[in-house]
C-alpha cells in the first residue's frame, strides 16, 4: 500500500467504495449526476471499471443505498482543497495579558492602556489583572477604581465582555475589540 492510498484510508473511512461495497442493490448516480436507477452493485461495479472510474456509496443509510460513480481520487483532493480553504478563513484570536498593581501611578496606566489599544485594534481580546498581593486584597475597591479608569482609557476600541470581578487574589476584566 502506497503512501497515498493511505492518507485516502485516513482522509475518508466512513466512505465505502468499489469490492468494499457489500449491498445488493444499489441506486447509483452517473458521473454527470444523473439518475442510473437500482442496479445489482456488481453491474454498477462494472459501469465504473469501465469508465475507470470508482464507485462509492456516499449515502448509506438511506432504502436502497446511494453510490456514485466518480474519480475517488480528485473527490478528495477536491475535499482537501476546501476544507484547506475553510481553515484558511478562520480567525484566530488571542488573549492578551496586561498586569496592573494596586500601587500603580496614572502614567504607568495610561503606558499600559496605549499598548492594550494596539491589540484591541489588532483584534486580539485583552484580560487586564490587578494582582493583589499580601494585605492588600482587603482593599480590593482600589482594583476597581484602578480597572474602572483603564477602561475609560480604551473604551472607544473596546466593549466590556467581562466585569471587573475578583477571583483569589487577582481581579480580571476582560475586553475584546469593538470590530470583532
Do not use: W
Request: hydrophobic share 40%; net charge positive; with cysteine.
Amino acid at each position: 500500500m502506497s503512501i497515498n492510498s493511505l492518507e485516502v484510508k485516513v482522509i475518508s473511512k466512513d466512505l465505502l467504495l468499489n469490492e468494499e461495497i457489500r449491498e445488493k442493490e444499489i441506486r447509483v448516480i452517473g458521473d454527470d449526476g444523473s439518475q442510473l436507477g437500482i442496479l445489482a452493485s456488481r453491474d454498477a461495479l462494472r459501469m465504473a471499471e469501465e469508465k475507470e472510474l470508482d464507485l462509492v456509496m456516499i449515502s448509506p443509510n438511506a432504502n436502497p443505498p446511494v453510490c456514485k460513480i466518480m474519480d475517488y481520487g480528485k473527490f478528495i483532493y477536491e475535499q482537501a482543497k476546501k476544507d484547506k480553504e475553510a481553515k484558511k478563513k478562520q480567525k484566530v484570536i488571542s488573549v492578551k495579558e496586561i498586569r496592573l498593581s494596586p500601587t500603580i501611578e496614572e502614567h504607568d496606566i495610561s503606558i499600559k492602556a496605549n499598548n492594550a489599544r494596539k491589540f484591541l485594534i489588532a483584534g486580539d481580546k485583552v484580560k487586564v489583572t490587578v494582582r493583589f498581593r499580601g494585605r492588600e486584597a482587603d482593599y480590593s475597591h482600589i482594583g476597581k477604581k484602578i480597572l474602572a479608569d483603564f477602561y475609560t482609557k480604551v473604551e472607544d476600541v473596546c466593549i466590556l465582555e467581562k466585569e471587573a470581578k475578583l477571583e483569589g487574589r487577582n481581579m480580571i476584566m476582560i475586553l475584546s475589540s469593538k470590530k470583532a
